[in-house]
């Protein structure tokens, strides 16, 4: 029957090439549609008999393989409504041996030592966006022992990601980001609380925002992180941001509470084009570069260490290799923080 050879071979096809799934079965629904097209209109034909079967007998087959495509869809939102296999080794008021051990590069410097890591390990850390730049930040605050970690991501892992997202792997196509950076934290270190949501954030979760000591901005459209600052600008809890783009990169705290810049002071309109990475391209290891000096800020900021960010923005060029650091202050008029 040449209509199921034309489906084993889109099968093989995908299967080599590693198409997405949705790319592939779309491809094969396709054909399915046009097998039974051909039966319908013209059944006693020579093309009607060429792909075999019946209308009945393809409509039997489209059944069935729905019946398996809805039986791993409602598997896979089962999954993603559930909680990492690794749960967390539960927390005591002491650190473990285990975890002296762990965070002792950490215990021995003057500017953290045992109080900074408890600082650490009783942090609500709220990271939005678990793509190149949320990649390094949650892997880097994991192994810092940041002990809880809220982690939002509307989106699922997909081939054109790994070149620069290195928390997801090649098998978890398809997967929730949120999940399956989840799930790797926790690899990382048992020693954490990580609660993945499977959604944007908007203006409206303030309530949520308002339970974090400091929220961590790694999404990519101007929109987005407006409605994030405007959100933890309601609740009064910092915002560690960071920007890329092609070969550049910036970070900076937004905290109007304590008397900083909010995002609206410096940038009050958006963008004639808010170009995403998709479109304006990204070099792969930018993210790894702006995600770990966002990870370091978080780290300071979380353990009051050095001088963070706040009231200033680094800029990093890589393509020559040169990084910059300006002020930044807040604006009385503005329409976000302003009084």
């Known amino acids: 029957m040449l209509g199921l050879w034309i489906i084993a071979l889109l099968l093989i096809f995908g299967r080599v090439t590693r198409l997405p799934g949705r790319i592939m079965w779309g491809m094969i629904g396709g054909v399915w549609l046009l097998m039974l097209a051909v039966q319908l209109a013209v059944p006693d034909s020579g093309a009607a008999r060429a792909m075999g079967g019946s209308a009945a007998g393809w409509l039997v087959l489209g059944g069935l393989v729905a019946l398996v495509m809805a039986y791993r869809t409602g598997l896979r939102r089962l999954r993603r409504r559930a909680t990492p296999d690794d749960a967390p080794v539960p927390q005591s008021d002491m650190m473990s041996d285990a975890e002296l051990d762990r965070y002792a590069r950490h215990l021995v410097l003057h500017e953290i030592g045992g109080a900074g890591q408890m600082r650490l390990r009783q942090a609500r850390v709220l990271v939005i966006g678990a793509g190149g730049l949320g990649s390094p930040v949650c892997l880097y605050l994991a192994g810092a022992g940041v002990g809880h970690v809220t982690l939002a991501d509307d989106d699922t892992v997909s081939l054109s990601n790994l070149q620069r997202q290195v928390i997801f792997r090649d098998d978890l196509r398809g997967e929730p980001k949120a999940y399956a950076a989840a799930e790797a934290m926790l690899r990382l270190n048992p020693h954490l609380d990580v609660t993945p949501l499977i959604r944007r954030i908007t203006e409206k979760d303030r309530d949520l925002i308002a339970g974090h000591d400091l929220v961590i901005d790694g999404t990519d459209s101007f929109a987005g992180r407006a409605d994030i600052n405007a959100a933890c600008v309601a609740a009064g809890v910092p915002l560690l941001s960071g920007a890329i783009g092609q070969w550049e990169g910036?970070?900076?705290?937004?905290?109007?509470?304590?008397?900083?810049?909010?995002?609206?002071?410096?940038?009050?309109?958006?963008?004639?084009?808010?170009?995403?990475?998709?479109?304006?391209?990204?070099?792969?290891?930018?993210?790894?570069?702006?995600?770990?000096?966002?990870?370091?800020?978080?780290?300071?900021?979380?353990?009051?260490?050095?001088?963070?960010?706040?009231?200033?923005?680094?800029?990093?060029?890589?393509?020559?290799?040169?990084?910059?650091?300006?002020g930044t202050s807040r604006d009385p008029a503005c329409p976000v923080c302003g009084q």
């Not at 937004?254 to 990475?277: E, K, S, V």
């Open 250 to 326: 910036q970070v900076t705290l937004f905290d109007p509470a304590r008397g900083g810049p909010c995002m609206a002071c410096l940038f009050p309109t958006a963008p004639a084009r808010d170009a995403p990475c998709a479109e304006a391209g990204v070099v792969g290891a930018l993210p790894g570069v702006i995600g770990s000096m966002m990870a370091l800020e978080a780290i300071k900021h979380l353990t009051g260490a050095g001088q963070g960010l706040h009231s200033r923005m680094m800029i990093f060029d890589g393509l020559y290799g040169e990084s910059r650091m300006i």
